[in-house]
C-alpha cells in the first residue's frame, strides 16, 4: 500500500514514508526489506516526473540519505535531459539550488554541520553551469564573488565551487563535453579571471582564516595551470605564495601551487621571475629542511603531513628542472642554487618509498637523456667525440669557442651530481624479469611465484636511465661498479640486496660500452663473481650468486661470443646448477642455457681450438647426466635449447645424426611403450604410461619449436603410431563422458586423455607452422589427419572437443593458404555448425573455442574466400550470424577478431561478382549492428574499428559500385535516387529512434558530416567522438580507447628512436640473428 503511495507522483511525495524506504534501504533489516525498498526506490529513480519533487523534499526532510538520493535524481536530469525543460523550471531549480548553498554556508557551525550535503550541491551547481554558463547565466562569477564578499564562510564555499569548476572544464571535459562547449568555457573562465583573482589575492592579504586561507589556496592550485600568466607575474601573487611557504599549516598547499607555477612553459619572458622565486625558495627550504638532514629517515619516522611534504617536495623540484633548469645555468648564484636542488632531489631519491621513487626516476630519466642527446647529436665532429669520449684530446682551433666549449661546459657541470646518480641507480636498481630467485618477507630466498608489473616497469625507466649515463661517462660507470663488487668480495659491503642491485645494474648496461672496454671490464666481472661463488658458505648465500652470474651472463652474448673459454666455462657452470635443488636455481639455469645458445649457437657446432670435437657432439653424449636432476618442463626447455644448436649445423647428415641422438631416451620409451600396446591396449590406460606418452610428447615439440623443417624425419617417425594414440584416447574421453556425464570431463584422467590429445595437436601445429614453406609437407601430413583429427572432432560430445583442432586447422590454412581451398567444406562441415552450437548459447562457455573458431574463420576468408562463395545462402547466413555475434562479444579479443573478419569479407565481397547480392541481404543489417555496439559502452575498445566498418559501408554507397538498390521496392513506395540518398535516411531515422533526447537537426547535422568525410579518416573519426558525447551514452566514464590509435602511433616513433642507440635494446630483445664471429 506505502509503495503504491510512494509511485503516485501526482501530488506531493509522502516523505517520512520516503524517509522510512530510503533508511530501509540502508539499514540493518532483512534481505526482503532492503530488495523491497530498493525496487520502489528504482522505479522512483526511473520515473521521469520524479524530479519535480527534488525541492519539496529536500526542504522537507533532515536524513542525509534521502536528501542524496533526491540529488541523485536531479542529476540524471541535469545530465541527460537539462536541455529540453521549460525554461521557468531550469530557472526555478538553479534559484533554488544556489539559495540553499549560500543559506547552508553562511555561518560557521551550518558549513561544517552540513559539509558532506554542501559537497554534493556543489556539484550539482556545476553540473547546471556546464548546460548554462556562459550563455544562460551570464552575471555567474560576479554573482559568486559578490556573495563570497559578504562572509568568510561564503566565500570558503565559493572557493569549493570555482575549484570544482575549473577541474571540470580543464581535467575532466576530455570525452564529456563537445569540442566547442569545451573552448567556450575556458574562454568564458579566462575572460572573468580577473574577478577572481582579486578575491584571490584579498583573502590572502586580509584573512587570519586557516580554512579559508587553505581553501583559497586549493582553488589556486586548480586555477594556476591555465590561467592568463600577467596574473601570476606580474601581480604580488609568487610573493604571496613564498611568504606562506614556511608556516606549517599551509606548507604543502603552497609547494603545490609553486609546483604548478613551476610547470609551466611558453618561451622565456619571464625567466628572471624564476629565477628570482627559485632562489628566494631555496633560501627558506634551507631553514625548514637544512641540507644535512637525512631525508631517507626524516621520511620513515615523519607524520603524514612531513611525507607528503618531501613527496611534494619532490614534484617542486623535478617540474622545475624539467621546464626550466636551463635558465638557472646563467649565473654563478644561480647554478650554486641549481647544484643544492640536484643535490636534494638525490636524497629524496633515497626515500623508500615506490611513489616519491618514481617522480624522481622519471625526471633523471629525462635530464640524463637531455644531456646525453645534446652529446648524441654533436658526434659527428671528431674532436667533439674525443672530448665527449674523456680522450682529453687539444681542441681544434676553431671548436674552442660556440658550441662545443658550451656543451663540455654544461657536461662538466652536471658531472657531480651525474655520479652521485651513477650511484643511486645502481644501488637502488630494479630486478629484471629473466631473474627468479628472490627474498621473501620472511629473509629466505625462494622461487619468485608472481611477476610484479611495477617492478618490470621501474626496471626499465631504471635500465634506460643508467644506459644514458654511461654514455656520458664510461669510465665513472666501470669505475663505481668494480669498487662497489670488491666491497662484495672482501666482506665489507656485502649483502644479498647490494649483491643483486649491483649485478642487475652491471647486466642492464649491456651493449652500451665499446667492445674493448666491455671485454676488459667484463672478464673482472665474471671472475670476481666466479670467486665469489667459490668463497662463500652456506646454501642460500650460494643461491643468490649464481642466481646473478646467470643474470649477468644471459646480458652478454656478445662477450660470449669472442670468448670461447669464457663461453665454456660458463655453460658448464650451468650445467653445474642444473644439479642444486634450491629452489628457483635450476629454472634460471635453464632459461639462461637458452638464452645464450639463441645467441651463440654456432660455436657450439664447429670444432673449437684446443678441442677434438664440437661441444654439441659432447654434450649429446653426456645429456642423461646433465638432465638427470631436472624437473620435465625443465628437460623441455633443455631440449629447445640443444635443438637450437643442431638447427645452426650447415651439415644435413651430421645435423640428422644430432637429431637422433638427441631425440635417442624419447624415442626409446615411445617404441617400449607402442611395442606394448600393440600387445595389449589396455597398457596405454594405465595413468603413469599415459604420463609417459605426453612427456614425450612435449619433448617432441620443444625440439620442433627450435628445429623447423629439420624436425621432418623425427616426426615422421612417431606420426602414424600418434594418431593412432590420438583416437584411441579420444574414444575412451567420449565413454567417459558418455557414461559419467557432464561431471567426467572433470575427473583427473580425463584432463590426462585431453592433455595427451592438445599435445599432440600442439606438436603438430608447431612443426607445421615452423617447417618452411614446402608443400609437400602439407602433402604429406594433412590427408592422414582428416578422419582422426576432424571426423574425431566433429562426432565427439561437445565435452570433449579440443579447441587446439581450430587453431591448428587456421594454422595450416595460413600456412598452404590457396592449396587449402578443396579442403575447407570438409573442414567445414566438420567444425562449422556443431562449435557454433557450443558457443552461441551465451557468452560465457567454451572461451577457448570462441576465439579460434573466429581465427580459423579468417583464416578462410582471407585465404581461401572462394571456398566461401561455394556455400549455399543458409551456410553464409551462419557465417554472417557467426560474425555478428562475435563482434557483440564484450571479450576484447574476440570482438576485434570477428571485427577484422567482417572488413575481411566486405573487402573481399566487394570485388566479387556477388557484391551485389551479399550487400542486399546484409548492408542494412551490419550497419545497424554497428552502430549498436559503437554506441554502448561495452565495446569502447573496438572504436578504431567499428569506424573503419562504417566508413567501408558509406564509402561503398557513395562509390556507386552498387548498382541495385539496396531497398525493397515492393515495400518502399518512393524510389530514391540512389543508394547513398536511401542509406542517409535510413541512418538519420535508425539514430533517430535510438536516441530520442537528440534533436532532428543534431542528428542529420551528424549524419551529413559522415557522408563529407567518408574519404578522410580523421575527420570521419572526430566526428563520431563528438557524436558519442552528444548522445549521452559516452559521458561519465573513461574514453582513453576511443583515443587508442593515436597512443599506439606515438609508441611506434619511440621504438624507432630506441634502435638508434647502442644499448637501449636489450641483447635478448634484438630480432637479428647476430653473426657469430
Request: glycine share 4%; aromatic share 10%; charged share 20%.
Amino acid at each position: 500500500m506505502a509503495a503504491e503511495k510512494l509511485r503516485d507522483l501526482s501530488q506531493p511525495i509522502d516523505v517520512s514514508l520516503l524517509d522510512a524506504t530510503v533508511s530501509a534501504f540502508y539499514g540493518t533489516g532483512s534481505k526482503e526489506e532492503r530488495a523491497a525498498a530498493d525496487h520502489i526506490l528504482r522505479d522512483l529513480q526511473n520515473n521521469p516526473d520524479m524530479w519535480l519533487q527534488v525541492v519539496h523534499i529536500l526542504s522537507s526532510t533532515q536524513s542525509l540519505n534521502t536528501k542524496f538520493f533526491a540529488l541523485q535524481v536531479l542529476e540524471g536530469v541535469i545530465k541527460y535531459r537539462w536541455n529540453a525543460l521549460p525554461v521557468e523550471q531550469r530557472d526555478g531549480m538553479k534559484n533554488y539550488i544556489s539559495e540553499v548553498i549560500v543559506k547552508l554556508s553562511s555561518d560557521e557551525a551550518s558549513l561544517r554541520r552540513e559539509r558532506l550535503y554542501i559537497s554534493k550541491l556543489n556539484i550539482i551547481l556545476v553540473q547546471i553551469l556546464k548546460h548554462e554558463w556562459p550563455a544562460r547565466w551570464r552575471s555567474f562569477i560576479p554573482d559568486l564573488v559578490a556573495a563570497a564578499k559578504t562572509s568568510e564562510t561564503i566565500c570558503e564555499n565559493c572557493m569549493a565551487i570555482l575549484k570544482l569548476l575549473s577541474e571540470e572544464v580543464f581535467d575532466f571535459s576530455r570525452g564529456e563535453m563537445t569540442q566547442q562547449k569545451i573552448k567556450e568555457l575556458k574562454q568564458s573562465l579566462n575572460s572573468e579571471f580577473q574577478l577572481i583573482h582579486e578575491l584571490c589575492m584579498y583573502v590572502l592579504s586580509v584573512s587570519q582564516r586557516t580554512e579559508l586561507i587553505r581553501a583559497t589556496l586549493a582553488t589556486l592550485h586548480a586555477f594556476l595551470s591555465w590561467i592568463p600568466l600577467g596574473y601570476i607575474f606580474e601581480s604580488t601573487l609568487l610573493e604571496t605564495l613564498l611568504k606562506f611557504f614556511p608556516v606549517p599549516a599551509y606548507r604543502n598547499l603552497t609547494l603545490q601551487c609553486l609546483t604548478e607555477v613551476a610547470a609551466l612553459t611558453f618561451g622565456d619572458f619571464y625567466n628572471d621571475q624564476y629565477v628570482k622565486m627559485y632562489t628566494i625558495f631555496m633560501v627558506q627550504l634551507q631553514n625548514v629542511l637544512p641540507p644535512n638532514t637525512s631525508i631517507p629517515e626524516a621520511y620513515a619516522n615523519g607524520s603524514n603531513e612531513e611525507q607528503a611534504f618531501i613527496q611534494n617536495l619532490a614534484l617542486f623540484f623535478t617540474s622545475f628542472f624539467k621546464s626550466h633548469i636551463r635558465v638557472l645555468e646563467s649565473s654563478q648564484e644561480s647554478i650554486n642554487a641549481l647544484l643544492l636542488g640536484l643535490e636534494y632531489l638525490i636524497n629524496i631519491s633515497y626515500v623508500d618509498d615506490t611513489e616519491v621513487f618514481k617522480v624522481c626516476l622519471d625526471y633523471w630519466n629525462s635530464l640524463v637523456l637531455e644531456l646525453f642527446e645534446q652529446t648524441h647529436h654533436n658526434l659527428d665532429n671528431p674532436a667533439m667525440t674525443a672530448n665527449m669520449m674523456g680522450l682529453q684530446m687539444p681542441l681544434l682551433s676553431g671548436m674552442a669557442d660556440g658550441l662545443g666549449a658550451q656543451l663540455v661546459q654544461r657536461r662538466q657541470l652536471y658531472s657531480g651530481p651525474m655520479s652521485k646518480l651513477r650511484l643511486l641507480m645502481i644501488s637502488r636498481m630494479a630486478k629484471p624479469e629473466e631473474v627468479l630467485i628472490v627474498e621473501d618477507e620472511n629473509g629466505n630466498i625462494v622461487r619468485e611465484t608472481m611477476k610484479d608489473n611495477d617492478v618490470l616497469v621501474q626496471y626499465k625507466i631504471m635500465r634506460e636511465t643508467l644506459i644514458y649515463l654511461s654514455h656520458l661517462d664510461h669510465d665513472d660507470t666501470e669505475k663505481q661498479m668494480l669498487k662497489k663488487l670488491s666491497k662484495q668480495l672482501n666482506g665489507e659491503d656485502w649483502s644479498w640486496n647490494n649483491l643483486n642491485t649491483l649485478c642487475w645494474a652491471i647486466g642492464s648496461i649491456s651493449g652500451s660500452m665499446v667492445e674493448e672496454q666491455e671485454n676488459r671490464f667484463l672478464v673482472m666481472v665474471i671472475r670476481d663473481l666466479l670467486n665469489l661463488c667459490e668463497i662463500t658458505k652456506g646454501k642460500d648465500n650460494k643461491a643468490v650468486i649464481a642466481s646473478n652470474i646467470m643474470y649477468v651472463v644471459g646480458q652478454y652474448p656478445r662477450f660470449l661470443r669472442a670468448h670461447w673459454k669464457f663461453l665454456k666455462t660458463v655453460v658448464n657452470k650451468l650445467f653445474e646448477f642444473m644439479h642444486e635443488t634450491h629452489p628457483g636455481v635450476q629454472d634460471m639455469a635453464c632459461d639462461t642455457f637458452l638464452k645464450i645458445v639463441q645467441k651463440c649457437k654456432r660455436k657450439f657446432v664447429v670444432v673449437q681450438v684446443g678441442e677434438n670435437e664440437p661441444f654439441v657432439s659432447e654434450l649429446l653424449t653426456t645429456l642423461p647426466t646433465t638432465i638427470a636432476d631436472l624437473e620435465p618442463h625443465q628437460i623441455h626447455t633443455f631440449y629447445e635449447s640443444v635443438a637450437q644448436m643442431i638447427q645452426a649445423e650447415p651439415d644435413p647428415q651430421k645435423r640428422d645424426e644430432y637429431v637422433q641422438r638427441l631425440m635417442e631416451l624419447p624415442n626409446q620409451r615411445w617404441t617400449e611403450i607402442i611395442g606394448q600396446a600393440r600387445q595389449s591396449v589396455d597398457y596405454l590406460k594405465d595413468p603413469d604410461v599415459i604420463r609417459g606418452v605426453l612427456n614425450i610428447l612435449q619433448t617432441n615439440t620443444s625440439a620442433a619449436s627450435s628445429l623447423g623443417t629439420y624436425f621432418l624425419p623425427q616426426i615422421s617417425r612417431i606420426f602414424l603410431d600418434m594418431l593412432n594414440v590420438y583416437r584411441m584416447y579420444s574414444e575412451l574421453i567420449s565413454t567417459s563422458i558418455a557414461q559419467g556425464g557432464p561431471f567426467a570431463s572433470r575427473t583427473s584422467i580425463v584432463k590426462l586423455l585431453r592433455s595427451v590429445k592438445r599435445e599432440t595437436l600442439k606438436l603438430i601445429e608447431t612443426f607445421l607452422d615452423k617447417a618452411e614453406d614446402q608443400p609437400h609437407i602439407g602433402k604429406q601430413f594433412v590427408p592422414p589427419m582428416m578422419d582422426p583429427v576432424l571426423g574425431d572432432y566433429a562426432r565427439n560430445v561437445p565435452d570433449a572437443r579440443e579447441s587446439e583442432v581450430l587453431s591448428l586447422f587456421a594454422t595450416i590454412i595460413n600456412k598452404y593458404k590457396g592449396a587449402m581451398i578443396e579442403d575447407v567444406p570438409r573442414i567445414f562441415e566438420a567444425v562449422f555448425s556443431c562449435t557454433l552450437e557450443m558457443i552461441t548459447k551465451n557468452f560465457e562457455d567454451y572461451p577457448e573455442h570462441r576465439l579460434k573458431f573466429f581465427s580459423l574463420l579468417r583464416a578462410i576468408a582471407t585465404h581461401c574466400f572462394p571456398a566461401l562463395i561455394r556455400l549455399s545462402s543458409e551456410q553464409l547466413k551462419l557465417v554472417m550470424d557467426s560474425i555478428i555475434w562475435a563482434f557483440r562479444h564484450t571479450e576484447r579479443n574476440i570482438a576485434e577478431t570477428g571485427l577484422n573478419l567482417l572488413l575481411e569479407m566486405l573487402k573481399n565481397f566487394q570485388v566479387s561478382e556477388f557484391a551485389n547480392q551479399f550487400y542486399r541481404t546484409y548492408y542494412l543489417t551490419i550497419e545497424q549492428e554497428i552502430f549498436a555496439v559503437l554506441t554502448d559502452t561495452f565495446h569502447k575498445p573496438g572504436f578504431k574499428l567499428h569506424v573503419l566498418v562504417l566508413q567501408h559501408l558509406f564509402c561503398l554507397v557513395e562509390s556507386g559500385l552498387m548498382t541495385e538498390p539496396l531497398w525493397d521496392a515492393s515495400t518502399v513506395p518512393y524510389p530514391y535516387p540512389n543508394n547513398a540518398a536511401f542509406v542517409r535516411e535510413y541512418t538519420i531515422k535508425l539514430l533517430s529512434t535510438s536516441f530520442p533526447n537528440m534533436t532532428s537537426a543534431e542528428v542529420t547535422q551528424f549524419v551529413s558530416g559522415l557522408f563529407e568525410s567518408t574519404n578522410d579518416l580523421p575527420t570521419f573519426k572526430n566526428h563520431m567522438r563528438d557524436f558519442l558525447v552528444q548522445s549521452k551514452e559516452f559521458s561519465a566514464q573513461d574514453n582513453k580507447d576511443l583515443y587508442a590509435e593515436e597512443a599506439a602511433a606515438q609508441r611506434e616513433r619511440e621504438q624507432q628512436r630506441m634502435r638508434s642507440i647502442p644499448g637501449l635494446i636489450a641483447p635478448n630483445e634484438i630480432q637479428d640473428e647476430m653473426v657469430d664471429s
